[in-house]
């Protein structure tokens, strides 16, 4: 039983129309693409004088390839196409245009084709291209089991059916290619783009998947920071110390057993994750196995050097009888820094039992506040240019703490601190109000400079009672003008409390205040937050940025990303820019903004004072 188009102009148009409605329905959702094309060709015999209908695709080289058939028939009669690699498909996407054939027993065109499908029962096929503008993807055929051609309505509603299939071929197309994006984008995020270990962010989420995992051996951290590798830089080039870095962390994975973790942190920061290990003498064992990988020389053969390295190394452990704490890794650093403090290549044990060791929390905390009383902390500012020309546009304050006896400690580590207290709300008030005095000063000597200041701000700051009424005073103390301050959030923000976060970053842009969403592209729902918050800026991770010299895969996100935010009416600050070639990437690629070591490493207000004076 065939269907036809041709008998009421009327209900054959309502048909269609039906028809077109339930799929462009289906059009913007995830629904499988191979379902979607099966029931299309099932509707097609109902809609028109055919006995079966199929979807062939064709790559390059004319090679078809089946992917849906109305029957058993039809499916017969595509893969014979396929099969013989020749037959009306291969022709319509050749031609671009439709290829009738009303009678296939009489027909010479198809001399392999034609009498294996009439020997089957096929007696005529029609055939539409599947395109989509000047690409060409394929073709739909139609098949009948009795001589005689279409009429001209018929005609026209199979190229419009073979319109739709082309349409949610295309579509499908977009859909995976956006999908492998976001595994790129994904795995950028969570690895490291030069040595392909985890980055920080998947450290911690191993390590707070360890903390919820029973376990009745110890967890332990070894924190591992080559000692005097600055030298290498400037000895032998940065190209060489990336060299170096990937050799490192080739040798230390060595070392870690099925379900341990490697990780590069930072620039010549590893970390390795210990799970279920038995005992304190296990420990000791690694810390040997891992200072012994620094015995042999690194040899480096682009370079044709060998050089002999030492790491300072810094242990942090917790038990199963004992609570295991996102301080972990921060234990691990004091001890590391403990370690280098004596003179590099050695380790230094830490446990998050032991209250006597220096860098156990409570006692950090005590003195973070006492620092913070005395006037201890200081800020130092990152510059952001415009990438067009280099001028300098704006700077990013940034939190210092010299511990008196551990000498400069982490900034990570710093806040971290901050914001397993209520001190984070002290502090950054004392940040946003320093920083704020220190741009007057600079407005005071240089009044035409127009410098916007950012500063970053805490998922806890923002769900603080009052934090929009203490950025408004902050502003009237030091008379900020508030279009110049930029307040920086990350995606961990909405961790606390989404719809309240929202109404406070409102509130503060009904200030006067501009927004940044900081980190962009290390979180999880990245595009949403671009479409319902009052943002005017995003800041495009410096893991990006790193990745442009190892593969294009930098290159391509830092572009989708850009060209996104401009839809958007967003402006771009892209970080971690360290050598021309990254700035003259971002420039290319459109970025508006930049800030990296290219332009300056943190520097003091009073360096930021002459150096506005020199510029």
């Given at each position: 039983m065939t269907g036809s188009l041709s008998g009421s102009p009327a209900v054959a148009q309502s048909e269609l129309s039906l028809v077109l409605s339930e799929f462009a329905r289906t059009m913007l959702t995830d629904f499988p693409l191979q379902a979607i094309l099966d029931a299309l060709v099932q509707r097609i015999v109902g809609l028109l004088p055919v006995s079966g209908a199929g979807v062939t695709l064709i790559g390059e080289g004319d090679s078809p390839r089946y992917i849906a058939a109305s029957d058993s028939r039809a499916l017969r009669f595509e893969r014979l196409q396929t099969t013989l690699g020749h037959g009306p498909c291969v022709v319509a996407h050749r031609t671009n245009a439709?290829?009738?054939?009303?009678?296939?027993?009489?027909?010479?065109?198809?001399?392999?084709?034609?009498?294996?499908?009439?020997?089957?029962?096929?007696?005529?096929?029609f055939t539409f291209p599947l395109r989509h503008g000047e690409q060409r993807l394929g073709a739909l055929d139609l098949y009948r089991d009795k001589v005689g051609p279409l009429n001209d309505a018929d005609m026209v509603m199979a190229q419009t059916l073979a319109d739709v299939a082309a349409a949610y071929l295309i579509n499908a197309q977009a859909r995976e290619q956006a999908e492998a994006s976001v595994r790129r984008l994904h795995h950028l995020a969570l690895h490291d783009a030069l040595t392909g270990l985890p980055n920080?962010?998947?450290?911690?989420?191993?390590?707070?998947?360890?903390?919820?995992?029973?376990?009745?051996?110890?967890?332990?951290?070894?924190?591992?920071d080559l000692d005097a590798f600055k030298t290498v830089n400037d000895t032998h080039g940065h190209r060489v110390g990336d060299d170096l870095l990937v050799a490192v962390a080739r040798r230390l994975a060595r070392l870690i057993r099925p379900g341990d973790t490697?990780?590069?942190?930072?620039?010549?920061?590893?970390?390795?994750?210990?799970?279920?290990?038995?005992?304190?003498?296990?420990?000791?064992?690694?810390?040997?196995?891992?200072?012994?990988?620094?015995t042999a020389p690194?040899?480096?053969?682009?370079?044709?050097?060998?050089?002999?390295?030492?790491?300072?190394?810094?242990?942090?452990?917790?038990?199963?009888?004992?609570?295991?704490?996102?301080?972990?890794?921060?234990?691990?650093?004091?001890?590391?820094?403990?370690?280098?403090?004596?003179?590099?290549?050695?380790?230094?044990?830490?446990?998050?039992?032991?209250?006597?060791?220096?860098?156990?929390?409570?006692?950090?905390?005590?003195?973070?506040?006492t620092a913070l009383r005395e006037g201890a902390l200081q800020l130092v500012y990152q510059l952001i240019v415009a990438c067009a020309d280099r001028t300098i546009v704006g700077v990013e304050a940034l939190l210092r703490w010299d511990h008196p006896t551990h000498g400069p400690l982490s900034p990570t580590g710093l806040i971290e601190l901050a914001e397993q207290s209520t001190l984070i709300i002290d502090l950054g008030e004392w940040v946003l109000g320093q920083a704020c005095t220190d741009h007057g000063r600079w407005l005071d000597t240089h009044p035409d400079t127009r410098l916007s200041l950012s500063v970053n701000v805490s998922a806890r700051q923002l769900v603080a009672p009052d934090y929009v009424g203490s950025v408004a005073r902050v502003l009237h103390r030091t008379a900020m003008d508030p279009t110049r301050l930029i307040l920086e959030i990350t995606e961990n923000v909405f961790l606390e409390d989404s719809e309240h976060v929202s109404t406070v970053l409102h509130d503060l842009t009904a200030l006067g205040v501009r927004l940044a969403l900081d980190d962009f592209g290390t979180g999880f729902s990245c595009l949403s937050y671009l479409q319902r918050l009052p943002l005017s800026l995003i800041k495009i991770d410096q893991a990006f940025?790193?990745?442009?010299?190892?593969t294009s895969s930098g290159v391509v996100i830092i572009a989708a990303v850009t060209d996104l935010a401009h839809t958007l009416g967003l402006q771009v600050i892209v970080e971690g820019i360290e050598t021309a070639h990254h700035h003259n990437e971002v420039t290319t690629l459109g970025c508006d903004y930049a800030q990296g070591y290219l332009y300056s490493r943190p520097t003091t207000a009073a360096a930021i004072t002459t150096l506005l004076a020199t510029r």
């Open positions: 439709a290829v009738l054939v009303p009678d296939l027993g009489a027909d010479e065109q198809f001399s392999a084709f034609g009498p294996h499908a009439v020997a089957a029962g096929l007696l005529a096929v920080r962010t998947l450290l911690q989420q191993r390590l707070a998947r360890a903390a919820h995992t029973p376990s009745r051996g110890l967890t332990v951290v070894l924190f591992v490697l990780a590069r942190i930072a620039g010549d920061e590893f970390v390795l994750l210990y799970e279920d290990v038995s005992t304190n003498t296990d420990i000791d064992a690694l810390a040997v196995r891992v200072e012994s990988a620094f690194f040899t480096l053969p682009r370079a044709e050097l060998e050089l002999t390295m030492t790491a300072s190394i810094g242990i942090a452990h917790a038990g199963a009888d004992s609570e295991l704490e996102d301080s972990l890794i921060e234990e691990a650093d004091l001890a590391m820094y403990e370690a280098k403090r004596l003179g590099g290549g050695a380790h230094r044990r830490a446990d998050l039992r032991d209250t006597s060791f220096p860098g156990t929390r409570p006692r950090r905390e005590r003195e973070l506040r940025t790193t990745s442009i010299d190892d």
